[in-house]
């Protein structure tokens, strides 16, 4: 059996975000969403959330391009002259690899980000960070430890073999291997480690703000073993803070599309969130790696 998790990022973002979450678990195949707690539309997103009991909410953590939880003067190291979260990722990196201060800082806002999900009253199925800014090692090592004390049990690892790409685009497969393929190994390991659930692939990197309804629907079609997670980016049109050129209203209607609904209603796959996988052991590495 096949598992599944199709998510949605940025659950809290806007008003147009928390419309199109709604709308694909309601009448898609959404699943599970991933909240930013201090995200200007974070408390329309909770209210919602909580009307929506078999929707599977996690934690967005946000450490760049956002503004922290924490007063900008309890996270100096981390922020720039406006008080924003720093939007150069490498240089922050090296910040905080190299600076203690930044360390400890990093790790009271990743503490006080789980204490307002934790007081939300929401169930944690997940979490995962923002521009997967997890990866690095220093900030995935304080998430996995912060996050056990809060009950975390399940990461997002983005790890995207290429052979389902292939199998719906066939010129998809053909860029070079991420540079961040070895930081997300050493991510899932760890994971793993701590006891907790990590997915055995995940999709939405390379289509990120590009999963239309035929690439969707051509994923779930040719879904590796294992457990998989599928992640988009709806939104119901524009708004304050998005990327551009993301595609949001085509993400939305992908995750409601007719063909999209067909596919998911296969005999094979379950779907559902993290929570619901928790007993479930990985694919092995053989059967994962035939489809690199």
């Known amino acids: 059996m096949k598992r599944l ?18 709308a694909a678990h309601r009448g898609g195949i959404l699943t599970a ?19 929506m009991p078999a929707l599977r909410v996690g934690l967005h953590l946000v450490l760049v391009d956002g503004r922290p939880l924490l007063p900008a003067r309890a996270v100096t190291r981390l922020v720039d002259r406006e008080g924003r979260f720093r939007t150069d ?19 009271a806002e990743i503490g006080a980000q789980f204490e307002a999900y934790v007081a939300t009253g929401l169930p944690l199925d997940h979490c995962n960070a923002h521009k997967h800014y997890h990866l690095h090692p220093v900030v995935g090592r304080v998430l996995l430890a912060v996050g056990a004390r809060y009950g975390l ?18 010129r998809s497969g053909a860029a070079a ?10 991510l899932r390991r760890r994971v793993r480690a701590a006891g907790m659930l990590a997915p055995d692939q995940v999709f939405g990197l390379r289509w990120s703000g590009h999963m239309t309804t035929p690439r969707l629907a051509g994923l779930i079609a040719n879904l590796p073993p294992g457990l998989t997670e599928i992640y988009l980016h709806p939104a119901t049109g524009r708004y304050a803070g998005d990327a551009p050129g993301y595609q949001y209203r085509e993400e939305m209607a992908a995750l409601m ?11 094979s796959l379950r779907r559902g969130g993290f929570s619901d996988f928790q007993d479930a ?7 994962v790696a035939g489809w690199r």
Not at 161 to 166: D, K, W
Not at 257 to 267: C, G, K, M, T, Y
Request: charged residues 25%.
């Open 5 to 22: 998790v199709v998510t949605a990022d940025d659950f809290g973002a806007a008003r147009e975000v928390n419309d199109a979450i709604e």
């Open 33 to 51: 969403a991933s909240l930013m707690v201090a995200a200007p539309a974070a408390a329309d997103a909770i209210t919602r959330a909580r009307r």
């Open 89 to 107: 990722l490498a240089g922050l990196g090296a910040v905080i690899a190299c600076s203690r201060m930044a360390r400890r800082q990093l790790a």
């Open 153 to 170: 049990r399940a990461v997002r690892v983005p790890l995207e073999p290429a052979r389902p790409l292939r199998a719906v685009e066939p």
């Open 177 to 186: 291997v991420p540079f961040t393929a070895p930081w997300a190994h050493l």
């Open 257 to 267: 599309a007719p063909e999209v609904l067909a596919a998911a209603r296969s005999d």
């Open 281 to 287: 052991e990985p694919a092995p590495p053989s059967a």
